[in-house]
C-alpha cells in the first residue's frame, strides 16, 4: 500500500473567518453590471432623497463633499460567490445625507442612473452600517465601480450597494427593487446566504 505524505499534496489552508460560506476570496475587483456603463459627470451629478411624505431635497456634489465624509475599510461580498478583503473606500455616511428626514420610514428603495433600484431597510443604512461612497482605494470612484458616486452596505452583498446613485427613497413599507423583482432575496445577507427569495 502506497503512502502519501501531506507534504505531497501541499498544506491544507485554513478558511478565513472573513469569508462567508459559500464565497471564494477574489484579489481582484470583477465588474457587473445589468447594462452600459453610465458616464455620469460631478457637475451633473444629484442625490434626490424622497420623504415618506413625497417631499425632496436635493444634493449636488458640492454639497456632498462638504458633508463629514468617512475613511472605511472593509470586506465586500458579492452574490456571484467571490468575497474582497480589506477594500479601502471614502464617503459619507447615509445618516448625514439624510438629515432630517425619515420620520415614520422603515425601508428605503434606493435608485441609481441607469434605472437600476434595490430596497432596503432603513435601520441597515444608517449608525454608521452604510455610506455614499466617492473614492475606493484613495482615487475617484471609476464609473464602472459606479462612479462618481454608489452606495456601500458592506454587511450585505453587493447588489445592495447600488452603483451610479441618484436617489434615496425613504417608504413606510418594503418594495422590491430590481433583482428582489427577479427572485433575489429581499435583504441579502452573505453570512446567512440570502441569495434568493427562500434562502
Known amino acids: 500500500m502506497a ?3 501531506r507534504g505531497f499534496h501541499g498544506r491544507r489552508r ?5 469569508i462567508p460560506p459559500g464565497q471564494y476570496l477574489e484579489t481582484d475587483f470583477p465588474v457587473l453590471a445589468i447594462g452600459p456603463t453610465p458616464r455620469v459627470s460631478t457637475d451633473d451629478w444629484t442625490l434626490t432623497v424622497t420623504d415618506v411624505d413625497g417631499s425632496r431635497s436635493t444634493l449636488d456634489w458640492r454639497g456632498l463633499r462638504a458633508l463629514p465624509a468617512e475613511d472605511v475599510e472593509t470586506d465586500l461580498h458579492c452574490v456571484t460567490t467571490w468575497s ?5 473606500w471614502r464617503g459619507v455616511p447615509v445618516g448625514a445625507v439624510l438629515g432630517d428626514a425619515g420620520a415614520g420610514a ?3 428603495l434606493a435608485h441609481s442612473a441607469d434605472g ?8 441597515d443604512l444608517v449608525d454608521g452600517r452604510a455610506w455614499v461612497a466617492f473614492e475606493y482605494d484613495g482615487r475617484p470612484l471609476e464609473p464602472w465601480h459606479g462612479g462618481p458616486v454608489r452606495l456601500l452596505v458592506p454587511h450585505l452583498y453587493l447588489w445592495k450597494s447600488a452603483k451610479w446613485l441618484t436617489g434615496l427613497e425613504l417608504l413606510r413599507e418594503d418594495s422590491p427593487g430590481f433583482w428582489e423583482r427577479l427572485g433575489y432575496h429581499s435583504y441579502g445577507d452573505p453570512w446567512r ?7
Open 3 to 5: 503512502v502519501v505524505t
Open 84 to 88: 474582497k478583503l480589506d477594500t479601502r
Open 116 to 123: 437600476y433600484t434595490t430596497n432596503l431597510p432603513l435601520a
Open 106 to 108: 422603515h425601508h428605503v
Open 193 to 199: 446566504e440570502q441569495r434568493y427569495v427562500g434562502d
Open 14 to 18: 485554513e478558511p478565513d473567518p472573513r
